[in-house]
């Protein structure tokens, strides 16, 4: 999932990070390049805690959702991407059936956005499911 972030610098400080979608979620780095990848981990962490608690997970919104907040003004937008199958959690195998033209379909994608079958299934899931609420 890719979750909008917004970094913001005050004078004499390290650039800030909000993660609007995740609310309590903050970071920062001395540069913008590490305030992106502080806030990736900070993301993942959040997220880590989110499931732990079995609590839903928030999806990510557009840009464009949070950019005309007064919050944000001056802020700088970017993406940060969260790979729900990375996350430490546990494991377990399961046996499903699928026709295997929608198999194929899954692993083509899967493999030309760089995940497996299984990490692709799981954030479609995680996704489905959070925007049934």
Not at 68 to 91: C, N, Q, T, Y
Request: aromatic share 6%; proline share 6%; glycine share 6%.
């Amino acid at each position: 999932m890719r979750y909008p972030i917004v970094i913001h610098k005050d004078s004499n400080s390290d650039f800030g990070v909000t993660i609007p979608d995740l609310p309590g979620c903050f970071s920062a780095g001395s540069t913008i390049e590490e305030a992106i990848n502080m806030a990736k981990e900070a993301a993942e962490c959040h997220i880590e805690g989110i499931l732990i608690d079995s609590e839903p997970i928030p999806m990510p919104s557009d840009i464009e959702v949070h950019k005309d907040d007064p919050i944000f003004k001056e802020g700088i937008w970017a993406l940060v991407e969260v790979d729900m199958s990375k996350l430490s959690l546990k494991s377990k195998r399961i046996n499903i059936t699928m026709p295997e033209r929608l198999i194929r379909t899954v692993d083509q994608y899967a493999k030309r956005y760089g995940s497996s079958r299984s990490g692709l299934l799981s954030q479609a899931i995680t996704e489905y499911m959070a925007s049934h609420q």
